[in-house]
């Protein structure tokens, strides 16, 4: 018998074909939508029992490769924040391509209809009840750690919460900022996103993109311009205080690391889940 052998009747009454295996936890991609040649997104079907705080994380994945001493394949899982609201029926992802890493390698070749391997154990500190009430809430990103903030921006606890949000994102190139100015863009003109957030609560929202090392309306680090005072003349609001002012961090180890410090000095207090406080910080997925 050779390959292009026709299915016969005989071939059809035979024993049923076992189904490929589904991964565990697998949940099937709806949409996929490549940023730059170093960043997409993509959204999978949401479990229908898994619940979550927007801002949270949760591992997701793909099977590795078949290991040739044993033969089998083990799940190769990295954190990835939420970025779509805990009211969304999917489940939205920002990643960054590394074209060596274990993960995202494989992952930015994900097509719609193709399976991921999601852990429904939400967790996180970038959530509203990691900080106590303020008037005013700053969101912090680099790259691919507006992806919390996407989640977040297009929930109305964010709004009820807090006058004003204020979201600032540094990245090296203009490319790489799209996914945020888009997502902001569409927050402000989107009927059903007006409906759901109110254009009162909308008007909160003030957006402060920079980049690094591209030209662009505004360069700097967000740390730098902060320091200078510079962010916040152009914002023209007050700088930061320990009173009004709760901040929510997500970017690389350094730009963490060098807020907290900034946040800190400007008399602000690290919170936590189990402790509540006036700023809460999570390191982005970097594979
Ligand atoms: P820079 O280009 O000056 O390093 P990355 O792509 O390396 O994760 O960086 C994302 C953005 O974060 C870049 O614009 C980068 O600026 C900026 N960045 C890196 N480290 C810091 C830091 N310590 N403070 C502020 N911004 C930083």
Redesign the pocket.
């Known amino acids: 018998m050779n390959e292009i052998t026709p299915v016969t009747d005989a071939a059809t009454n035979a024993e049923p074909v076992k189904a490929v295996p589904t991964l565990p936890d697998a949940q099937t991609v709806t949409a996929v939508k490549h940023w730059t040649d170093k960043l997409f997104s993509f959204r999978v079907t949401r479990p229908s029992t898994m619940r979550f705080r927007s801002g949270e994380f949760v591992m997701i994945g793909l099977m590795g490769d078949v290991n040739p001493k044993t033969g089998k394949q083990k799940p190769l899982l990295r954190a990835y924040s939420i970025a779509s609201p805990s009211w969304d029926d999917e489940l939205e992802f920002y990643s960054i391509k590394v074209q060596d890493g274990p993960l995202t390698s494989k992952l930015q070749h994900i097509q719609v209809g193709d399976e991921i391997i999601l852990r429904p154990k939400p967790v996180g500190t970038l959530v509203h009840d990691a900080l106590i009430p303020g008037k005013r809430i700053w969101f912090f990103a680099?790259?691919t750690g507006f992806a919390p903030f996407a989640s977040l921006l297009r929930d109305p606890q964010t709004y009820e919460d807090y006058d004003e949000v204020i979201i600032t994102h540094?990245?090296?190139t203009a490319g790489e900022l799209t996914y945020g100015a888009e997502l902001i863009e569409n927050l402000k003109q989107d009927e059903m996103m007006i409906e759901l957030l109110g254009q009162e609560n909308l008007d909160k929202i003030r957006y402060y993109p920079t980049?690094?090392?591209e030209e662009s309306p505004k360069m700097g680090?967000?740390?730098d311009l902060m320091r200078s005072g510079e962010a916040f003349t152009d914002l023209g609001v007050d700088p930061i205080n320990p009173d009004s002012d709760r901040a929510m961090v997500c970017?690389?180890l350094?730009?963490n690391l060098?807020i907290k410090d900034l946040l800190e000095g400007y008399g602000l207090e690290e919170g936590a889940n189990s402790k509540p406080a006036q700023y809460v910080v999570e390191k982005a997925f970097l594979d």
């Open positions: 680099t790259g540094t990245c090296r980049t690094t090392r680090r967000i740390t970017g690389n350094a730009f060098e």
